[in-house]
């Protein structure tokens, strides 16, 4: 496999330079020497940065995408903590549905102000209770 610099890697992962050498500081790449005063990577780095990418799109932790990776950087991937964090996204995605429809119900609502209105108060009551990934009753 060809060797690529950091500034090739950086160019063709997208990844900057500086996090590159971040990634490498918490063990998540590493390079294979220098050339020069370039670090030097394996061609294969960039499969490892598209799964670290994948991870950190999906919500884990650097220290969880870590754990991702048996000796040898092979993929190691723990399957429930993927069903722990599909239920998470559940979470938030439930979260986020019912934030959203109360705020189209406040941009329509027909009350005179916002105080007044059954549906909106229940979203503040739901809000500050903590239980916004409840939908709210329809209503006014």
Same mark, same amino acid.
């Given at each position: *496999?060809?060797?690529?610099?950091?500034?090739?890697?950086?160019?063709?992962?997208?990844?900057?330079?500086?996090?590159?050498?971040?990634?490498?500081?918490?063990?998540?790449?590493?390079?294979?020497?220098?050339?020069?005063?370039?670090?030097?990577?394996?061609?294969?780095?960039?499969?490892?940065?598209?799964?670290?990418?994948?991870?950190?799109?999906?919500?884990?932790?650097?220290?969880?995408?870590?754990? *991702?990776?048996?000796?040898?950087?092979?993929?190691?991937?723990?399957?429930?903590?993927?069903?722990?964090?599909?239920?998470?996204?559940?979470?938030?995605?439930?979260?986020?549905?019912? *934030?959203?429809?109360?705020?189209?119900?406040?941009a329509v609502c027909p009350a005179p102000s916002h105080s007044e209105c059954p549906t909106f108060q229940r979203l503040l009551r739901a809000a500050s209770s903590g239980r916004m990934g409840t939908p709210p009753k329809t209503g006014r």
């Amino acid at each position: *496999m060809q060797d690529l610099d950091i500034a090739q890697v950086s160019r063709q992962s997208g990844v900057p330079a500086s996090t590159l050498r971040f990634y490498e500081e918490k063990g998540l790449i590493a390079s294979h020497g220098r050339h020069g005063l370039r670090r030097q990577y394996s061609a294969s780095v960039l499969e490892r940065l598209s799964l670290i990418a994948l991870g950190r799109a999906a919500g884990f932790s650097l220290d969880e995408i870590g754990l *991702m990776f048996a000796e040898g950087g092979r993929p190691r991937i723990d399957r429930q903590l993927l069903a722990d964090k599909a239920e998470e996204l559940d979470r938030t995605i439930r979260r986020m549905i019912a *934030m959203r429809n109360g705020l189209r119900h406040a941009a329509v609502c027909p009350a005179p102000s916002h105080s007044e209105c059954p549906t909106f108060q229940r979203l503040l009551r739901a809000a500050s209770s903590g239980r916004m990934g409840t939908p709210p009753k329809t209503g006014r």
